[in-house]
């Protein structure tokens, strides 16, 4: 094998297949943004699952728990909670949470939530819950 | 040193090494809440320890990527650096921000930060690895883009070789896809989407060629193959990573509401992706083999070859793993992800950086390599560290093994934490592991003050 | 130069045509595909009268006749790659523009069939074996796009008098990758079009 191996011609190989890869990328992506309506219930969308969102985020929640198995994995998945808890479930565990943790246990903080904001967290929850996300998790234990 | 300018990168260096200890050491306090659960609790939560264990990787590694940018660039370009005064100042500047948001973590709850930094104005906090605060994630673009500006009117006024050219696109992608950080609707599945603009882009894509182009520039430096070579291979190997990582996003839209086809281009394009890791590893050894001179850094050429197979191992091999949708349906956002995340970031990105600083640091301190003693102990901290990240994957995929077959595959399948208290042992051989990574990270530091016969430059 | 043609080293030494680097990035694409096309052979033993059933609607007509045009392009592209080495100048860019056209006649009958598809409401989530129908064909198509983009430099710089017999390097390195895109069409068109 005499070929030649040109550093001109792995350089335009190198641009040609990133743009080219790129485009790809980008097609696919417009196909999904398209395909998304029917898949993550924007119809459903309330400034409520808006509010709990952001409690969700301001609180760091991501930080012990998984959502839709991206996060971290100390605590349980919350994509499904409402279905293991349910509603009051879960609002009840998140109330009941002792100031100074449970000793030798992972413990979760006592975050002091209004009512109104147990529901929006609720009510993003569940509305996590209702995404299509082609049968994941496997069971209600997430 | 061949320039002047270069010495600008030697506080970049420092900064990263102790950012280091940092993040080492709250992986620890994480690593024994794992077992301990109220270890610490309430004044350090899981979270918060988390959090700034990730955020501290991200800004020691993009401290490293910048001292060795500051490094390499003006050798490359054969001048000296455009502005040395405005990296100074931006190192100071991104050093102040990063400990400012660190010690916002860990003395106010993390909503109350979000209150103060304005996170009302745009809210782009509380997202995995993106938790900074607003003025942070502003100081962070500011940063960047000062950076890149000083980097990228280097090359044009000088010599524009393959390196710095993959570089410069490297970090430029680098700052482009952390904009994505501040976009955040409140659909979460676009959230997630975009998300991975940053986070997956980064990782699996221009980071890997900021890593090529650092690995080529020792290789270059350190076993006198013909630099057309070098370069020919890497470009060849970039073209293999991004032909993978680019639509290699797709291994992370099978579960999160994207639609079903990405499980089949997911798998397809992710499967390919340990190719240009192992090209990575192939050519490191390759050129070292046909070296042409012995250089004095043994350390430097160690770290070189140890990044190759690391980065192979973790992203590679770990990375397959879990990256096809059948599989990764019982195994998404177990432990085994974690495993595959420690020696991932280990092996590609914490290897490169040590890479990068043990071959320039001595030169930045006036001399072509450390002493002798200084070098032995250099490399003991390469296996300490190396074999305590092997032993932390194993006992994490273990773990991760024992928590999909308990939680996601048995008939009767248990609670989250029922199942993590079946599986503590492993949690605590990580913990041990993690204790001889510290030791190694000691050894590497106390390798910078052993002294004894230099090489001259 | 009057001596090549009768240079007895010249038959002997296996030489590889083109640039080794352009032989990486189509033995890349080739295991991308290859992957791809075991993919959708994994899919269709799952679901065999799916498939079948679904692969009946497709238009095998207009298939052949794009097998037929790839595989004219790929012939014109030899015919540019021999002038080159005979030094016939004119030749060269008349053939690599012969070979250009076919793949816009590709993708013009491509895009026939791709309105009527579309058209028709399906997409990539219609179903698995339209899932594989889409992506393959559009994979393959963005391909055709690249080789013509190939071709049209290659055309620029033969008329510019840049390949004759001593420089025919740059050349070889697009035809050979025009032609991988011609092989993956001879491959994709059985197995997503006809075989079942």
């Given at each position: ?142 | 040193m061949?320039y002047k300018s270069q010495a600008v990168a030697k506080p970049y260096f420092i900064a990263a090494i102790g950012l280091f200890v940092g ?33 501290l990787?991200?800004v020691w590694l993009l401290f490293g990527f910048m001292g060795g940018a500051y490094f390499l660039i003006p ?6 650096l455009?502005s040395p005064k405005l990296a100074l100042i931006m190192f100071w500047i991104f050093l102040v921000a990063g400990a ?43 940063v960047?883009?000062v950076f890149?500006?000083n980097i ?201 950086n040590l890479?990068i600083i043990s071959?320039a640091m001595p030169i930045l301190r006036g ?78 530091i106390?390798?910078f ?9 | ?196």
């Amino acid at each position: 094998m005499s070929g030649a191996f040109t550093k001109s011609m792995a350089r335009n190989i190198f641009y040609g297949g990133t743009v080219f890869f790129f485009l790809l990328f980008l097609a696919l992506s417009f196909d999904t943004l398209s395909q998304l309506p029917k898949r993550d219930m924007r119809a459903n969308m309330t400034p409520q699952i808006a509010e709990g969102k952001k409690l969700w985020e301001t609180h760091n929640c991501i930080g012990c728990h998984t959502l839709l198995g991206e996060g971290a994995y100390f605590a349980p998945e919350l994509g499904n909670v409402v279905v293991r808890y349910g509603d009051e479930g879960v609002k009840a565990f998140i109330q009941s949470r002792p100031k100074e943790g449970i000793p030798g246990r992972r413990s979760m903080p006592q975050f002091n939530f209004t009512d109104e904001q147990l529901n929006a967290i609720v009510a993003f929850l569940k509305h996590v819950n209702s995404i299509n996300t082609n049968n994941w998790p496997p069971n209600s234990q997430g | 040193m061949q320039y002047k300018s270069q010495a600008v990168a030697k506080p970049y260096f420092i900064a990263a090494i102790g950012l280091f200890v940092g993040q080492i050491l709250f992986g620890l306090i994480m690593g024994l809440q794992y077992v301990l659960g109220d270890f610490l609790f309430p004044a350090i939560p899981f979270n918060v320890a988390r959090m700034v264990h990730t955020n501290l990787l991200i800004v020691w590694l993009l401290f490293g990527f910048m001292g060795g940018a500051y490094f390499l660039i003006p050798e490359e370009s054969e001048t000296e650096l455009f502005s040395p005064k405005l990296a100074l100042i931006m190192f100071w500047i991104f050093l102040v921000a990063g400990a400012a948001t660190i010690v916002g973590y860990l003395a106010v709850p993390y909503a109350t930060l979000a209150e103060l930094t304005g996170n009302n104005i745009i809210e782009t906090m509380g997202r995995e690895f993106l938790e900074q605060p607003l003025p942070t994630k502003v100081g962070i673009v500011a940063v960047a883009l000062v950076f890149l500006f000083n980097i990228t009117m280097t090359v044009l006024k000088g010599k524009k070789t393959a390196i710095s050219l993959v570089l410069l696109i490297g970090l430029w992608g680098l700052a482009v896809f952390y904009l994505f950080s501040f976009y955040n609707p409140a659909n979460v599945v676009l959230d997630k989407f975009f998300w991975w603009w940053t986070v997956h882009l980064w990782v699996e894509g221009v980071w890997e060629l900021i890593l090529g182009s650092f690995l080529a520039f020792v290789l270059i430096k350190t076993t006198g193959v013909d630099r057309e070579v070098i370069e020919k291979w890497l470009y060849v190997i970039v073209t293999l990573t991004l032909i993978s990582g680019i639509i290699g996003t797709g291994h992370h839209y099978f579960w999160i509401g994207t639609p079903e086809y990405w499980q089949w281009w997911g798998s397809i394009f992710s499967a390919l992706e340990p190719i240009p890791f192992f090209a990575m590893t192939v050519f490191a050894f390759n050129m070292v083999n046909r070296r042409r001179r012995e250089h004095p850094n043994k350390a430097a050429v160690l770290w070189a070859l140890g990044t190759g197979v690391m980065a192979f191992l973790g992203a590679g091999v770990w990375g397959f793993l879990h990256t096809l949708a059948p599989v990764n349906y019982y195994t998404h956002g177990t432990q085994i992800t974690a495993a595959h995340g420690h020696m991932a970031f280990y092996g590609a990105y914490a290897m490169v950086n040590l890479m990068i600083i043990s071959y320039a640091m001595p030169i930045l301190r006036g001399r072509a390599a450390n002493s002798n003693r200084s070098q032995v102990l250099e490399m003991w901290s390469f296996w300490l560290m190396t074999v305590s990240i092997v032993f932390i994957t194993l006992f994490l995929t273990a773990a991760g093994i024992l928590q999909v077959w308990l939680q996601r595959v048995s008939d009767t399948p248990l609670p989250f934490m029922v199942a993590q208290d079946k599986i503590a042992l492993f949690y605590w051989m990580r913990e041990w592991a993690g204790v001889a990574f510290l030791i190694g990270l000691i050894v590497y530091i106390t390798s910078f003050f052993v002294s004894g016969e230099e090489k001259a430059s | 130069m009057n001596t090549i043609a009768l240079d007895p080293a010249e038959h002997h030494v296996k030489r590889l045509p083109g640039d080794l680097a352009i032989w990486f990035f189509i033995l890349a694409e080739m295991v991308a595909f290859a992957v791809f096309f075991s993919s959708y052979a994994f899919a269709r033993a799952k679901n065999v009268e799916m498939f079948n059933l679904y692969q009946q609607t497709l238009d095998r007509n207009l298939g052949a006749l794009n097998t037929l045009l790839l595989i004219t392009g790929s012939w014109f592209v030899v015919l540019a790659v021999q002038a080159a080495h005979r030094d016939d100048q004119k030749s060269i860019s008349r053939n690599i523009l012969f070979g250009f056209l076919c793949g816009g006649g590709f993708l013009t009958v491509k895009v026939i069939e791709y309105a009527a598809k579309f058209g028709a409401g399906i997409s990539l989530s219609t179903n698995t074996f339209y899932m594989f129908y889409i992506s393959l064909t559009f994979f393959h198509f963005m391909h055709v796009i690249l080789g013509m983009v190939i071709l049209a430099v290659l055309w620029k710089q033969s008329r510019d008098g840049a390949y004759g017999a001593h420089n025919a390097h740059g050349l070889e390195s697009g035809a050979a990758y025009w032609h991988m895109v011609d092989l993956l069409w001879i491959v994709l068109f059985p197995l997503v079009y006809v075989m079942r």
